[in-house]
């Protein structure tokens, strides 16, 4: 047999295994479509320091974020804020705001990252200091379950 018979055999096997004749087995209820992919959770987070890490001054922070856009605060006066998107604000030995609360401007325990920044530098004191990163929106508000604190000890 050449091979170009074996494989119109091997064809012709395999359609009439596939089709025709009766059936035997009751046919099978149709797959469940698979689960559409979960949006994943909001949420902000320090990717360094690490919780409860000991470090030297200045302290590298990195920041990362989940489920929302970090984007620069639009240029001019801002009237509403962007669903979904917002900034990052570092709060300086302090703990996370409440919803909605405005964000203080200008005072020395926040800092705002109004151009859509994910990383700084500090100078800090030695001892002990806790950090609140917060999201905030357009107009510097907080935004719902987009906080995380760590505290920090700065060795001498």
Known sequence: MTKRMCGWLGVALLASACGGG???EPESAPAAAPAAAAAPAKRVFFVEPA???????PVHFAFGVDGFTIAPVPEGTVEQARDGMGHHHLGVDTNCLPEGASI?????????FGKGDTTI????TPGPHTFALQAGNDLHQTVAGLC???TITVEP
């Open 22 to 24: 009766e059936k035997t």
């Open 51 to 57: 919780d409860g890490a000991i470090v030297k001054s």
């Open 104 to 112: 203080p401007k200008g005072t020395p325990g926040w800092v705002h």
């Open 121 to 124: 530098d500090i100078q800090l």
């Open 148 to 150: 995380d604190v760590l």
